[in-house]
């Protein structure tokens, strides 16, 4: 079956540690996401990908990085610079122009203690 | 730039009653829009989605959305809710196919009593 898989889906770190969360989908998406959740905020954009070794800055990237040398792959590195890491983050991809519509990953909920 | 307003956190209803979930938008240029629910602890699964022609748009499970560009909403309505619906629903727009342009509401959360 197509679809999006994030693993893990649950993930505990210690507070200075970087952490790489992966997202891979066989849908044929050129496009990829990364969202960040918390309560009462809806989803806020961290990182998109148009194609291969190609990503853009969302609304909340710092403390954040991404690589994209793969279609099929999109990880997500959540690095010590990041103030407030413990959140759901959700992996998205969609059909490059034509469709829009995201299909989404179960997502990770990442702790940092 | 655009952003989406989802006018209620929470909305609780008994089953088989109906349900309205409200979402206004506001944008300087012509909109997409999707509604997309998420049940705990999941991912986010696709409703619906407006992109043109007929304003009344119908998706999955008995929901149907309602595009008013004059008022800039997109409500969320199911004539008859059942347990099953409980979840919350994210409202979304989408200004053209920019991508990476896609803006979530802050959600509402459905709870369906018996």
């Known amino acids: 079956d197509g679809g999006i898989t994030q693993s893990p889906k649950y993930l505990f770190r210690k507070e200075g540690q970087n952490v790489t969360l992966s997202c891979e989908q066989n849908?044929?998406?050129?496009?990829m996401y990364w969202y960040r959740q918390d309560p009462g905020q809806g989803l806020r954009l961290i990182y998109y990908?148009?194609?291969?070794?190609?990503?853009q800055k969302g609304d909340i990237a710092e403390g954040y990085s991404v690589s994209r040398e793969k279609k099929e792959s999109f990880p997500l590195t959540v690095t010590s610079a990041q103030k407030n890491p413990t959140a759901f983050y959700l992996c998205?991809?969609?059909?490059?122009?034509?469709?829009?519509?995201?299909?989404f990953g179960q997502g990770t909920r990442l702790t940092v203690v | 730039a655009q952003s989406v307003t989802q006018l209620d956190s929470q909305v609780p209803v008994f089953e088989e009653a109906p349900v309205e979930l409200r979402c206004n938008y506001s944008?300087?240029?012509?909109?997409?829009l999707f509604w997309y629910v998420q049940y705990p602890n999941q991912g986010l699964q696709l409703l619906l989605k407006?992109?043109?022609?007929?304003?009344l748009v119908k998706g999955i499970n008995g929901f149907e959305a309602e595009f008013n560009k004059s008022q800039t909403s997109f409500h969320l309505r199911k004539p008859s809710v059942h347990i099953s619906d409980t979840a919350e629903y994210f409202c979304?727009?989408?200004?053209?196919?920019?991508?990476?342009?896609?803006?979530f509401g802050k959600g509402t959360k459905l709870s369906v009593k018996p």
């Open positions: 407006y992109l043109s022609g007929s304003t």
């Open positions: 979304a727009v989408m200004a053209g196919w920019s991508q990476g342009n896609l803006i």
């Open positions: 990908s148009q194609i291969v070794n190609d990503f």
């Open positions: 849908l044929n998406h050129d496009a």
């Open positions: 944008s300087s240029v012509s909109v997409y």
């Open positions: 998205a991809s969609s059909i490059w122009v034509t469709e829009g519509e995201a299909f």
